[in-house]
Nanobody, 121 residues
Framework: QVQLVESGGGLVQPGGSLRLSCAAS????????MGWYRHRPGKERELVAAISSGGSTNYADSVKGRFTISRDNAKNTVYLQMNSLKLEDTAVYYC???????????????WGEGTLVTVSS
């Protein structure tokens, strides 16, 4: 059984910062990519940021220069540092992790339950 538990969402004013965390636990052999999606009101779900096991990153254009994704492989945890937050960053943020349960298996994508980020004055 694998679980992804998120934390760090909340209410913040425009221009403020938040840091999201997502910790994976359970019978994990290894983790490939980790990342964050968000679902904004009235919009399609979109990829915000992703990071490979080796540390390569990619970002949505809308968050480049403001958000930073990182991971701690020893803790099976991925982070999203969000700075200069805008009203349009309001969304439910979901983390994911592509997890191998054994050395001989393919990875499977697991999801967190989602955490709400509200940017409002």
């Amino acid at each position: 059984q694998v679980q992804l538990v998120e934390s760090g969402g909340g209410l913040v004013q425009p221009g403020g910062s938040l840091r999201l965390s997502c910790a994976a636990s359970g019978s994990i052999f290894n983790i490939n990519d980790m990342g964050w999606y968000r679902h904004r009101p009235g919009k399609e779900r979109e990829l915000v940021a992703a990071i490979s096991s080796g540390g390569s990153t990619n970002y949505a254009d809308s968050v480049k220069g403001r958000f930073t994704i990182s991971r701690d492989n020893a803790k099976n945890t991925v982070y999203l540092q969000m700075n200069s937050l805008k009203l349009e960053d309001t969304a439910v943020y979901y983390c994911y992790a592509d997890i191998l349960l054994a050395s001989y298996s393919y990875d499977t994508r697991y999801w967190g339950e989602g955490t709400l980020v509200t940017v409002s004055s």
